[in-house]
């Protein structure tokens, strides 16, 4: 998959060669505050599928030890990527061009929603085992 997108005012811009490693919408506190929203969707990518051109600043919105580093353009303030460990990039769906792609696999920190969803996505109350979670499910 080849997927391009841009921060609102267009300074930092991206581009993704490959496939996504999981596809997620994700509830947790950090992100809640990061965006201002009851939840994000998310895709990880690995880093070497993602290439990024503009300036941007390094940011935590918590002190939670696994709280991801998010990227945000320095001249809007967009949150452009996260990069929750070295190895993987998310990107924000609504940011890429074409924005049409995004089908989620899961919920993540369902225990923390502020909202609920009715939906048939498994949702777990906080990671699949597989990403070093419990596994459990609501």
């Not at 998310?90 to 696999?105: A, M, Q, R, Y």
Request: net charge neutral; glycine share 6%.
């Amino acid at each position: 998959m080849k997927l391009s997108g841009q921060c609102a005012c267009g300074n930092v811009q991206f581009e993704i060669d490959g496939e996504p490693l999981v596809q997620t919408i994700c509830h947790c506190p950090s992100c809640q505050k990061a965006h201002a929203a009851p939840m994000i969707q998310a895709a990880i990518f690995p880093a070497e599928a993602f290439r990024v051109e503009g300036a941007t600043r390094c940011i935590t919105v918590t002190d939670e030890p696994r709280a991801a580093r998010r990227h945000i353009c320095q001249a809007c303030g967009t949150k452009v990527f996260n990069q929750p460990v070295d190895s993987v990039r998310t990107v924000f769906p609504s940011l890429c061009t074409p924005n049409d792609w995004f089908k989620p696999e899961m919920h993540i920190y369902w225990s923390t929603r502020v909202v609920d969803v009715v939906d048939d996505t498994p949702k777990y109350l906080d990671f699949p085992e597989r990403f070093g979670g419990t596994g459990k499910l609501a």
